[in-house]
Nanobody
Framework: QVYLVESGGGLVQSGGSLRLACAAP???????????MAWYRQAPGEQREMVAV???????NYAESVKGRFTISKDNSKKRVYLHMNNLKPEDTAVYFC???????????WGQGTQVTVSG
């Protein structure tokens, strides 16, 4: 298990932007670099869905609904992963969760989530 802490959520209008951050303060850098990081989201009454993934060699993958609007990035020295969200839409409203998967042992960890609300 990895301790993950999300931040940066809030209330924005349609077309606005937010940057989410996920920190892993208890990990040493060498361990963090072995983690594949991702962002998921879950809206009320809906199933959790993958939003963006970034691998250890910085390859990325995005849900079709956010391609061209969201960008995932990471800073290994700071042990942080970010989700830059642009041109936000009301359908982006959800709790966003940080996810970490250890590429060597397969262990999976989750943060507590941060609320993003987009008004029309």
């Amino acid at each position: 298990q990895v301790y993950l802490v999300e931040s940066g959520g809030g209330l924005v209008q349609s077309g606005g932007s937010l940057r989410l951050a996920c920190a892993a303060p208890r990990l040493i850098t060498s361990t963090y670099t072995a983690m594949e990081m991702a962002w998921y989201r879950q809206a009320p009454g809906e199933q959790r869905e993958m939003v963006a993934v970034i691998t250890t060699d910085r390859r990325t993958n995005y849900a079709e609904s956010v391609k061209g609007r969201f960008t995932i990035s990471k800073d290994n020295s700071k042990k942080r992963v970010y989700l830059h969200m642009n041109n936000l839409k009301p359908e982006d409203t959800a709790v966003y969760f940080c996810n970490a998967r250890h590429t060597l042992n397969g262990g999976v960890s989750w943060g507590q989530g941060t609320q993003v609300t987009v008004s029309g």
